[in-house]
Structure formats: structure tokens, C-alpha cells
């Protein structure tokens, strides 16, 4: 990572700017590596009390739409640039929040207002939740509205397309990406979906060509929030940006698509910061902006300021900030080849001979026990290290039990349930690895598994440890990360029951194949060259 | 024995009844609000609006029919808190007004904002109990997340410089280390909030950690301690008992801090502690220690806790009740009367150490396991009984009649003093 410990400048006079500036940006920085950033002018625009949040510049750059709760409830105002006048935009009772301009200088924006309590809602049939409201004119129009969340919304460049996060339809803790097409009559519809115990992504942003989505994403609940991008025509295949170590959202494009700003936080860093990554290296830079939580940035139309929040005052207000940025041609990260996908282990059932066979064609011989539960020692083959892996099970449950039961579990050194497919007291489908310090990493299905018929899964450990989930061949909308833990040579292979002996599988297990890479027939890890070069060119 | 002597003492010097009656076996009820929020009855109607003073007195009516005279009002769910919290209010504990925070979309605990409700849940609910009579404190898990996003932690997402760190360096909001003098800070100013309400028990239950764990402590002043201490070296593994012990320091001192701050309050007020998967004592460090960095038994050696509130013990399938007995028997005699003692009568099994897992071993009833567990705490010198969690019918009328009639019977008292 390049670090970069930047040069601030805090001024009152307009006089003090201009040696501000140079004096930050001749002097004050010191770079690193190929990507360095400066930064200088560090202004307020708004004081007083209250938060002053999630600030945006308009196409034109003569005002700034942000989110200030000077009122008590959140509401939407507007700073004109020349003049330093705010005006309300979206204020009464009820929460606005989360504004994003169109290019025509409307607004789009969350809103959401409850009256009375969870229960009298639901009671009431309430579809009052977070929706989106277009502003334009002085008057406001409802684009959705439901009991859902709707929110952080991202107008595209061409104002035809909504870009959200919404939880409609998610059942979890979590958020999914979602599209609306501003064309009379169309649709929302989603276009990443992400569900499970904690699983979210929010605050799309589409690169100003737009051919790239990015967005923030919790994988799980110790995990840390981190960037992600995609094609925007295929979301399902994404490249995270940030390492896991640190705490990363609220990413922005820049005008020109060449640096993403976003907030960050890492260890050994004062507080929450601005930080500045050139998405095709990964290189990042931490703005020192002052004392204080500074966040959610925006760049200006012609990519030279960010606009950001710091609550050095005692409350979040408004400061611009010019920062320039040195492009020296990347050494783009070499992309590690994808490993060939090999099937390592495949089970092979022939009259009463049962096997698995390795890859070089040796084979184990099962141990029974009297039941369906078959047992295989020490299969070779299985040693996967800290490299993808995948695991596919077809099986049939023939009756779901009040607790979970065991498909197929991988025994190692390293942790005697290294991996396992299990289908769970609620019906659903799990597959899980570990965590270097041998922590549970698991996934589930969007549904329970139906019993008496036969399913397919297969779980997938990525090389960088996020882990996938298919059933019958579609992707669930479940994810986690951070199952990293290197496997040496497995054990033994459990199916229909636990590695020592429990949990016994109510159904049969039909096929099983485990194999190093990715198997054949799924979309393979995006890598961040494919996506950032490939466009490029 | 020094709180056995003074109430014998108070007996005898002609406030015998006062003195006595303050001496009832305890039945401490744990109450999560929560968790009544989406009952329904034939129909789908909600029986419970928890945001309103009357849904939480119907709440409190449900729990009190297991004989409970000491309610332990749940005050959080993780860091996010279940009245009108200042510390942990601002700027929005709401998902998605703060977009960290992935929504809970379940239908009606999604929409749930007890911090707004008014008036404020704590506050009604302990006067409430006190009007009738109980005993009455918070239920405070030693966690700022409970296993949800939108759990986590206001001032912890306000003050990242201050989060828990693992040894390979990630940081995670999760956890606010306590090794931060303002991290204590913040949590004393929390322990203000619950006091002036009118807790008169605090009770910080360590077997709810939120995943927090000595996993997340190599933070600054810890490592910088670590080499003041222990000098150059590898750092251990966080399993180490080296490093929980080291860790355990710290939450040792916050613990005398709270203690300090309960005293200084004024107000009488217990501070109780709750521990999980307890063995027979050994030389050997328990697991509270080893998994949460929380020595209890030196609280209690020192005096810095009133009570301690065992939520399950390690018993022995083949020797469920006799195990149980030797357990019991074990952590009464560590305590040593220096503080309060009371043992799990739960229908939760999620540890599998529950009613449901000796029903399992046992083959007997519910309330039969119950009754049983409630005459060995009893007989074994216990101060009381825990019961974790008291959700809609999870105790069955039966339960609830063996219960009652033990705890209003021959377990009246307690079992030195009757």
C-alpha cells in the first residue's frame, strides 16, 4: 500500500489559500511508490450546529446537495458555492437523506417517515419504509415506496438509470444492488443480490463511462466493509479493491474514472479518512484533512476538489479540499493465473464397490459402518493450501431433523471440520470453511433444501477466501470472506455424517466431487486487471 | 463468609425480619423484550408492542409466572441501546441512516426503535418493577455487536482509533478495546445511564460477548504493555492462556472502574457478573477467562463483584444432576461467601447444557429437571437461581407451577438463614 501523509492546510482568508495551496502542494506530501496524491485548502463550507452529511456536487459545480439533521430529523439542503446561502430542499417530518443529483440539477434521495411503532405498523399493513423521491422544480415525486429500505442511490451519468441498495425482498441482515430505469413504465429490478446473516452491499457508484459498478460490501459479521466493482452488465462477477485488514465505503468515482475516493480507515490511523486509490494497481493514499472523522467524500465536476464531512467542530459539517493526484503509468498488479481446475477427489459407487478416486486414478476404499454414512481415510489430493477450492454434492434429504445434519465434511490437521456441506435445523444448505485462527466461515441457501428431491451444491472456497454458494446451478445470494486457513492433506472424507460419526445425514448422498480451482462451468474470480485494463482498452 | 456473618448479625440484633426477608432465595429472571416483539396469537395479531409501556408491563406479567422477584431487564441489543440512550444515541443508531449498518429485514424486529420510544422503556420498566415490589436491573452483555450489523456500535463507529485489532493486523468494529482510557470512559458514562434510571442490579454477562474475544486486543497500549512487561519476543497466540491472563488485566481494571463508579453513585447497587461453561474449580484457567479474558474468580477473591451468575455448567451426561451438584458445590466454595451466588435453571440450550439437554440425559420432564436443578442450587448454598431467558412460553405452565411452588415453599429462603 502506498501511504501518503499529506500536507493540511487550514485557512480562513481567501488570501492564505493560494500559499496554502502551494505551500501543500509543493512541499507538504510525501509520496510513495508510483501513485501520490496532494492535498491542500482544506476549507469549511458549512458551521454551526447540527451534522452536515453525505455531500454531492452538482454537474454544474455551483452547488452542493447534502443531508443535515440541524432540525433533529434528516433533512435535504442545498449550499449555493458563490454565495455560501443553504436552502432546504426536502425538510418536515420524516427522514431525507442520502441525495444524488441527476444532470438535468434535480435530486434523487431517500426518504422515509414512521409514525407509531413497529407493531401498529405491521398491524396496519404499512408500506411505509425507506423509498426514493425525486426532487426537481420545488416538487417531489415518489419512485419507490414500500416496506423496504431503499437508499443510497447513484443517478447515472446519462440520467436514465437509478443505481441502489435495497433490502426488498431480503430476509437476512442485509442489502442488495438494485437498478430503476427512469423510462416511463419500467421496473426496478436487481441486479446483485446479496442475503444471509450479515451480507450487504450499499452505495453503488457507476464509473462516468458507464461501464463499471462500484460499491461497498460486508461479507460477513467479522468482517470489515470493503470496495468492490464489476462490469455494470454483469455484477455477479466482482473484484474486491480493499484488503480485508481495513475498513473501507462510500466509494465515488472520479470525474475522469481514473481514481475511486472513498472513506477508510486502517490500522494506526488517527481517525476515519479520505482516502484516494488508483483502482488499477490498488494503490490507495489517506488525505490528511485534519483532526477528526473525515468521510464520505465527492469529488467536483472538473475532478480537482473533494467535498467531505469532519466532525473536528463537535459536529459533522462541510469542508472542500483540492487534491491532485500523479498517474505514473502503473504497474498494473500481476494478475496470479487462475489454478487450473482439477477434480481431486470424485466418489465412484459400483454395485457394492465404493471408491473415491484421486486425480492420478488411485482410489480409497470406503469404510462403512452399517449405515448410508460412508468414510474415506487419507484421500490424497485434498491439500489444497490457501488456494480456491470447490466441493459439489448431489443429495437427497429425505426428511428435514430439528438440527443439523452432515453431507459432507473434509477432516484435516488444521481443523477436524476443515470443510463441510450440512444442511441445517431450518432446512437450508450450508457449506463452510475456517479462518486461519479456525473460525467457521459458512454460507447458506436462499431456501430450505426440499425434501425427497434431489439437489445439487457446490461450494466454492476463491482463492482470496470468499466463499460461493450454487444450488442447482444458481448462485445464492448468501456470501462470507476471510477463509483463508491453508489445508495439508486431508484425514479423511465424511459423507452423511459428521468426521466422528454424528450428525447423521437423513437422505443419501448421490455424487460428490472436490477439486482444487475453480470446477468448470462457473464464472471464475474476476481479477483486477481483467476488469480495469480490458475496459481501458 | 463475611455477608453470611453480618446478616446473621443483623438477625439477632432485632431487625430479624427485615434482615431475613432481605435473605429470599433469589429467582432472577433475564428478560429480552426483543424477543417478545414478533408473538403472535391465532390470527397473526402481535400480543406484545414492546415500544410501549403496556406491552412491556404485559411482558413483565408473562415473566413473573415463573415465580421471579429479581428482573433483568436486557438494556441493548449489542451496542445499540433499548431506551433513549445519549452515548449511544448519536448521530443515528438506525439502519440505513447510517449505511454501515445493514438492516435487520425481519418483519416487525426490523422496524423496532426502542431508542426513540417514549417514555423511555428502561426507565418505565425498572419503576414498574420496584412499584411491585422487585428487584430490578439490567441485563448488559459484555458485547457491542450481537451478531448483526446493525447491532454494532455507535461510538464505535465513531471512533475506529479505538477498535480491537487481531495479530495479524486487521481491525474490526466489533469490539472497542478497553486497553483505551476513553473506551472505559465511554462505558462508565453508559453505566451512569443505567444507574439513573434506576438499575439496582447491573449485571455484565461475559457468556454474551459478541464475538469479541482477546482474539481482537493486540492493540497499541496492549502490545506496548506486552513489551514493557514480557519484553521482545513473539507475541502468543490468542489462545494462549499467557495472553488471556494478560488481557484478563485489563477487563480486570475496567471491572474495578464500574465498581468504583457504581459506589460513587450513591445509589445501592450490585454488580453482578455472568460466566459461562463452568468445571469443577481447578488450578486450571476456566473458560470465561480463556474465552472472553475475564478472571472472575480474582473479582470475586477481591471483592469487585457482588454476585456471579454462573449460565451453565460443564455437567456430566452420565451424571447430570450428581455433576451438576459437584459444580455447584465447587464455585459456592471459591466464592466463599464473599459474594452473591446463583446457579441456571434455563430453558435456552443452545450451549446444550440447558433443561431440554438434561431432559435429554435424565429422561425426565421439564419441570421436573427444573424443579431438580432449583433444590440442588438450594441445597448446595446457592443465592439464587438464573433463569436465561425468559421468552414467551419457554418455561410451560407446568415449569412455572414447579417453579412457584419451590420458590414460595421449602426454597423460600435461603437455605443458612431460614
Given amino acids: ?537 | 463468609m463475611r455477608k453470611q456473618r453480618l446478616a446473621l448479625l443483623a438477625c439477632a440484633v432485632g431487625v430479624a425480619v427485615d434482615a431475613c426477608a432481605a435473605e429470599r432465595f433469589e429467582a432472577a429472571a433475564l428478560v429480552d423484550s426483543f424477543d417478545f416483539a414478533h408473538v403472535t396469537a391465532r390470527g397473526g395479531r402481535l400480543l406484545f408492542d414492546t415500544e410501549t409501556p403496556q406491552g412491556n408491563v404485559a411482558v413483565l406479567d408473562h415473566v413473573l409466572l415463573t415465580g421471579a422477584n429479581t428482573i433483568l431487564w436486557r438494556n441493548c441489543g449489542g451496542a445499540t441501546m433499548r431506551y433513549q440512550s445519549a452515548e449511544e444515541r448519536w448521530p443515528f443508531v438506525e439502519a440505513p441512516l447510517d449505511k454501515r449498518r445493514l438492516p435487520d429485514n425481519r418483519p416487525v424486529h426490523g422496524w423496532l426503535r426502542y431508542y426513540e420510544a417514549a417514555p423511555d422503556i428502561l426507565r418505565h420498566i425498572l419503576n414498574e418493577c420496584h412499584e411491585r415490589g422487585l428487584r430490578a436491573g439490567v441485563h448488559w452483555p459484555f458485547e457491542e455487536t450481537h451478531w448483526a450489523s446493525w447491532t454494532f456500535g455507535a461510538w464505535n463507529f465513531e471512533h475506529p482509533q479505538y477498535w480491537g485489532v487481531t495479530a495479524t493486523g486487521q481491525v474490526w468494529s466489533g469490539r472497542c478495546s478497553l486497553a483505551y482510557p476513553e473506551v472505559v470512559s465511554h462505558k462508565l458514562r453508559l453505566a451512569d445511564e443505567l444507574l439513573e434510571r434506576g438499575a439496582e442490579h447491573i449485571f455484565i454477562d461475559t457468556w454474551r460477548s459478541g464475538g469479541w474475544s482477546p482474539e481482537y486486543e493486540y492493540v497499541r497500549p496492549e502490545l506496548e504493555r506486552w513489551l514493557r512487561e514480557r519484553g521482545a519476543g513473539p507475541l502468543p497466540d490468542f489462545r494462549d492462556p499467557q495472553w488471556c491472563a494478560f488481557v484478563s488485566e485489563t477487563s480486570h481494571a475496567f471491572f474495578v472502574a464500574l465498581r468504583k463508579r457504581v459506589k460513587a453513585s450513591g445509589r445501592k447497587a450490585r454488580l453482578l457478573i455472568g460466566i459461562s461453561d463452568v468445571d469443577a474449580l481447578t488450578d486450571a484457567p476456566d473458560a470465561t477467562l480463556l474465552t472472553r479474558g475475564v478472571d472472575w474468580q480474582r473479582l470475586v477473591r477481591e471483592e469487585v463483584v457482588d454476585g456471579v451468575v454462573v449460565m451453565s455448567v460443564k455437567w456430566d451426561k452420565a451424571r447430570a444432576f450428581e455433576s451438576t451438584r459437584e459444580i455447584y458445590r465447587s464455585v459456592v466454595g471459591a466464592c466463599g461467601g464473599r459474594c452473591d451466588v446463583l446457579f441456571p435453571v434455563t430453558m435456552y440450550d443452545f450451549t446444550k447444557r440447558g433443561i431440554p439437554s438434561y431432559q435429554e440425559a435424565t429422561k425426565q420432564a421439564a419441570d421436573k429437571v427444573a424443579g431438580e436443578l432449583l433444590r440442588i442450587a438450594w441445597e448446595e448454598g446457592a443465592d439464587g437461581i438464573c433463569m436465561e431467558c425468559v421468552d414467551y412460553r419457554n418455561y410451560s405452565e407446568k415449569t412455572c407451577a414447579e417453579l412457584k411452588s419451590a420458590l414460595e415453599g421449602k426454597s423460600r429462603f435461603k437455605r443458612e438463614l431460614r
Avoid at chain 1, 229 to 249: D, F, H, I, K, W
Wanted: proline share 4%.
Fill in chain 1, 1 to 537: 500500500m502506498t501511504r501518503c501523509d499529506l500536507l493540511q492546510r487550514w485557512r480562513r482568508g481567501g488570501a492564505l489559500a493560494l500559499m496554502a495551496l502551494l505551500a501543500g502542494l509543493a512541499a507538504g506530501c510525501r509520496s510513495g511508490g508510483a501513485f501520490t496524491c496532494r492535498c491542500a485548502d482544506v476549507v469549511a463550507l458549512t458551521t454551526g450546529a447540527g451534522n452536515d452529511t453525505e455531500a454531492v456536487w452538482s454537474p454544474d459545480g455551483k452547488r452542493i446537495a447534502f443531508q443535515t439533521d440541524r432540525s433533529g430529523d434528516l433533512d435535504i439542503a442545498m449550499l449555493e458555492m458563490g454565495s455560501g446561502s443553504v436552502s432546504a430542499v426536502a425538510e418536515g417530518p420524516g427522514h431525507a437523506c442520502y441525495p444524488s443529483w441527476t444532470p438535468d440539477g434535480g435530486l434523487v434521495y431517500t426518504y422515509g417517515n414512521h409514525i407509531g411503532t413497529a407493531a401498529q405498523a405491521s398491524s396496519a399493513g404499512s408500506d411505509c419504509g425507506y423509498g426514493l423521491q425525486l426532487w426537481k422544480a420545488g416538487l417531489a415525486q415518489v419512485l419507490t415506496q414500500g416496506y423496504w429500505r431503499d437508499y443510497t442511490p447513484c443517478v447515472t451519468a446519462d440520467g436514465s438509470a437509478i443505481y441502489y441498495a435495497s433490502t426488498q425482498g431480503n430476509t437476512g441482515n442485509s442489502a442488495s444492488l438494485w437498478r430503476l430505469s427512469l423510462a416511463k413504465g419500467a421496473a426496478a429490478e436487481r441486479v446483485l443480490h446479496l442475503d444471509g446473516g450479515t451480507a450487504g452491499a450499499v452505495q453503488p457508484s457507476l464509473s462516468p463511462d458507464g461501464s463499471r459498478l462500484l460499491w461497498a460490501q460486508l461479507d460477513s459479521f467479522r468482517q470489515n466493509w470493503r470496495l468492490y466493482a464489476a462490469r455494470a452488465t454483469n455484477l455477479q462477477e466482482a473484484v474486491c479493491l480493499t484488503p480485508g485488514e481495513m475498513s473501507a465505503y462510500a466509494p465515488r468515482w472520479s470525474p475522469d474514472g481514473r481514481l475511486i475516493a472513498f472513506t477508510g480507515f486502517s490500522r494506526g490511523d488517527p481517525s476515519w479518512g479520505v482516502y484516494v486509490m488508483e483502482p488499477c494497481s490498488g494503490a490507495l493514499c489517506r488525505l490528511d484533512a485534519g483532526a477528526g472523522n473525515s468521510r464520505s467524500p465527492a469529488w467536483a465536476p472538473d475532478g480537482k476538489e473533494l467535498v467531505f464531512e469532519n466532525n473536528r467542530s463537535g459536529f459533522y459539517k462541510l469542508y472542500r479540499m483540492r487534491v491532485v493526484c500523479d498517474l505514473a503509468p502503473t504497474a498494473a498488479t500481476a494478475a496470479a493465473p487462475h489454478p487450473v481446475a482439477c477434480v481431486e477427489a470424485r466418489l465412484s459407487v459400483r454395485d457394492s464397490d465404493t471408491r473415491l478416486i484421486g486425480a492420478d486414478g488411485s482410489s480409497v476404499v470406503v469404510k462403512r459402518d452399517g449405515t448410508n454414512a460412508l468414510t474415506f481415510v487419507r484421500p490424497a489430493g485434498l491439500d489444497f493450501g490457501t488456494n480456491a477450492f470447490y466441493v459439489r454434492v448431489a443429495m437427497v434429504v429425505d426428511a428435514h431433523e430439528r438440527d443439523t445434519r452432515i453431507v459432507a465434511v473434509g477432516n484435516y490437521a488444521e481443523h477436524v471440520m476443515g470443510w463441510q456441506v450440512f444442511v441445517r435445523e431450518s432446512g437450508k444448505l450450508c457449506f463452510s470453511a475456517r479462518d486461519p485462527r479456525g473460525h467457521y466461515v459458512g454460507v447458506e441457501s436462499d431456501k430450505p433444501v426440499e425434501a425427497g428431491k434431489p439437489v445439487s451444491v457446490l461450494g466454492i472456497r476463491a482463492g482470496d477466501g470468499s466463499l460461493l454458494m450454487y444450488v442447482d446451478g444458481k448462485l445464492q445470494g448468501g456470501r462470507n470472506a476471510g477463509a483463508t486457513m491453508s489445508y495439508g492433506p486431508a484425514l479423511k472424507v465424511c459423507l452423511g455424517q459428521q468426521w466422528n460419526g454424528g450428525m447423521r445425514l437423513g437422505g443419501r448422498v448421490l455424487a460428490f466431487e472436490c477439486g482444487r480451482g475453480h470446477p468448470a462451468g462457473v464464472p471464475r474470480t474476476l481479477t483486477r486487471e481483467a476488469l480495469f485494463r480490458e475496459v481501458d482498452q
